[in-house]
Nanobody
Framework: QVQLVESGGGLVEPGGSLKLSCVNT???????????VGWFRQAPGKDREAVAG????????YYADSVKGRCTISRDNTKDTVSLQMDDLKLEDTGTYYC?????????????????????WGQGTQVIVSS
């Protein structure tokens, strides 16, 4: 079963950068490369929203409009990890960031369906952007 663990969050000033990691620590039949992997965030009092996603075997990527040009999602299959590089962070990027998996091409549905089609969520890592 896939078990996801996020890391890399922290406190950063506006304009700063963070790299979040999502590693599979479970003993699953498939590696993360088989799945779509999505990054989502949830700010206090708000719904969880999609941030970025990547399809199986790097078949494609999705970025929310709010992070386009500032974030890059990538895989490291040697470590069974998907990372999210976040640059030029803004106050509104504050929240708890989660990763989750879905079917190989389900990242294409992230904009319309958001977190509903993802599963096996990690526990999250907190990002605070503050001056």
């Amino acid at each position: 079963q896939v078990q996801l663990v996020e890391s890399g969050g922290g406190l950063v000033e506006p304009g700063g950068s963070l790299k979040l990691s999502c590693v599979n620590t479970g003993q699953s039949f498939h590696s993360l490369d088989y799945y779509s992997v999505g990054w989502f965030r949830q700010a206090p009092g708000k719904d969880r929203e999609a941030v970025a996603g990547i399809g199986h075997s790097n078949s494609g990527t999705y970025y929310a409009d709010s992070v386009k040009g500032r974030c890059t999602i990538s895989r490291d299959n040697t470590k069974d990890t998907v990372s999210l590089q976040m640059d030029d962070l803004k106050l509104e990027d504050t929240g708890t960031y989660y990763c989750a998996i879905a079917g190989p091409s389900t990242y294409l549905a992230m904009e319309r369906q958001g977190p509903a089609v993802f599963h096996d969520w990690g526990q999250g890592t907190q990002v605070i952007v503050s001056s």
